[in-house]
């Protein structure tokens, strides 16, 4: 095949040098520019792929020779491939017979046997996210095996889905339990990954023995300062950001939660446990976090009060707002008002749990439609790009709250099937993947 292709080559170049000279009496040509690209195959390390990018070109003779003065090889539509006999420092010229004058670039390539990127290989989120982190949630039963590689490759930060909530680290009175968190920092670290402690004190991961408290008020708070302390000072330098207090607001009224942390240590509760926090580790990063940051905005005004209180006294870093959204709302104006809001008080923006409902009608039944996947691709594609815009001063990360659409806390929640996030239960990637990487562009 490749004899016949260079005869062929080799007949028309004859054909065409008798018919092309530097007559300036030819038409005058459009502008010819000649342009290729080689790379080494993904599959194969002594096989190139050549592909001709000139304009202008278009039906003119044109070949290839992957050697200096080497065999000519016609240039067909698509790329062209060759396989080299082994490794060496090769040249690669395109020529194209155009009527009036021969064009030719020449590239010097190195073939070392080993194979080229696969040039279909999906880019890492992380490597497309350049100036903020891109975060994942981890459960410590699950650091190993295909979970370990999927995060690895395209997170790096993570944070803990529940395992360094109070619950969970302060099981009992005066009985810390770290073992899961330790798991979880652990295997951060050993990974260069930031790790976003989530959440020092949340009404709805509270210990039983915290909700039914019987010591004094004073004595309430003293443990709470302990807990915190003792919490801040462990991770000190490989936890690099904390949710000191999570959804303090409560819905409708948007008053403060009147929650066992309010009743004992009174309104100011959220300032002290961000001074315990300060006072356990100055470098960490502390956020506020909360949910319906973005429609509601009473819940918003509420929030940022809260905010300014913090701010004012030097305590608070950043805002995180969860971004537990649908494919169909909130609408980007809304997201961006809560960017806006943070932003204008230069604190550090985190969307910290980003899920996209694809299903929050419940009208799919059995399985993600194309269509609805489209419409979530585009989705995850405009949060990022409006998270891509925020000033890098206040560029934190963004964080994905699941890995798995099977694994999401989205379906025992709501109780309806739901594929809200960037991987099938297969550990592909979805639309909504390319949809994240879209928005980076
Ligand atoms: O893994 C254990 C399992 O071994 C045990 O048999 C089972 C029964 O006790 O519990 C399992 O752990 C559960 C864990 O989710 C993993 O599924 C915990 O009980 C359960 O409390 C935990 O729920 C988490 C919830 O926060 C409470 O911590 C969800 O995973 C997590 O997605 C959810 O996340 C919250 C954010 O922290 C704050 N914003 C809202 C968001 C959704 O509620």
């Not at 260079?6 to 008798?18: D, E, M, N, Q």
């Not at 000279?21 to 390390?45: L, R, T």
């Not at 790329?79 to 690669?92: A, F, H, K, R, T």
């Not at 409902?357 to 009208?363: E, G, I, T, W």
Request: negative net charge; charged residues 25%; aromatic residues 12%.
């Amino acid at each position: 095949m490749k004899k016949t292709k260079i005869y062929l080559a080799f007949v028309l170049a004859v054909i065409f040098a008798g018919c092309s000279s530097d007559d300036n009496s030819a038409a005058a040509e459009k502008p010819v520019v000649i342009n290729f690209e080689v790379s080494v195959s993904a599959g194969n390390g002594l096989r190139v792929i050549a592909d001709n990018k000139s304009t202008g070109a278009s039906g003119f003779e044109a070949y290839w020779q992957f050697t200096e003065g080497g065999e000519k090889v016609l240039d067909g539509p698509g790329p062209e491939y060759y396989l080299y006999d082994g490794p060496g420092e090769y040249q690669v010229t395109l020529t194209i017979e155009a009527p009036a004058k021969t064009y030719t670039d020449t590239k010097n390539i190195t073939i070392d046997g080993e194979a080229g990127p696969d040039p279909q290989a999906k880019k890492a989120l992380k490597e497309a996210a350049t100036t903020f982190s891109v975060g994942m949630i981890v459960q410590a039963n699950r650091l190993g095996g295909k979970h370990d590689e999927v995060i690895s490759k395209d997170f790096n930060s993570i944070t803990s889905e529940y395992e360094m909530k109070m619950n969970i680290m302060y099981p009992s009175e005066g009985n810390y339990n770290f073992d899961a968190a330790d798991a979880i920092v652990d295997f951060a670290v050993s990974r260069g990954m930031d790790v976003h402690g989530h959440a020092l004190i949340w009404h709805n991961a509270t210990p039983s023995w915290v909700e039914n408290f019987s010591g004094t008020d004073a004595e309430f708070e003293a443990m709470v300062e302990d807990y915190i302390t003792t919490t801040v000072t462990r991770y000190k330098g490989k936890v690099r950001s904390w949710d000191v207090v999570n959804e303090a607001i409560e819905d409708g009224s948007n008053n403060l939660r009147n929650s066992v942390f309010k009743q004992k240590m009174g309104d100011d509760f959220i300032a002290k446990c961000f001074q315990f926090a300060k006072n356990a580790d100055p470098d960490v990063l502390l956020f506020y976090n909360d949910y319906n940051l973005t429609f509601d905005s009473g819940k918003q005004n509420a929030m940022f009060a809260i905010v300014d209180d913090l701010k004012s006294q030097g305590l608070i870093d950043g805002v995180g707002a969860q971004m537990h959204i649908s494919y169909n709302g909130p609408s980007s104006t809304q997201i961006q008002s809560v960017v806006d809001g943070t932003v204008s008080r230069d604190l550090l923006m985190h969307f910290s749990e980003l899920d996209i409902r694809a299903n929050p009608d419940n009208d799919l039944t059995t399985a993600l439609t194309d269509s609805r996947a489209i419409e979530q691709q585009a989705k995850y594609k405009e949060v990022v790009e409006i998270y891509n815009a925020i000033p890098q001063d206040s560029k934190f990360a963004l964080t994905v709250w699941g890995l798995r659409d099977n694994e999401s806390w989205l379906l025992d929640f709501w109780g309806n099937p739901d594929w809200p996030l960037l991987y099938d239960s297969a550990f592909n990637t979805k639309k909504a993947h390319d949809g994240f990487l879209e928005g980076l562009e």
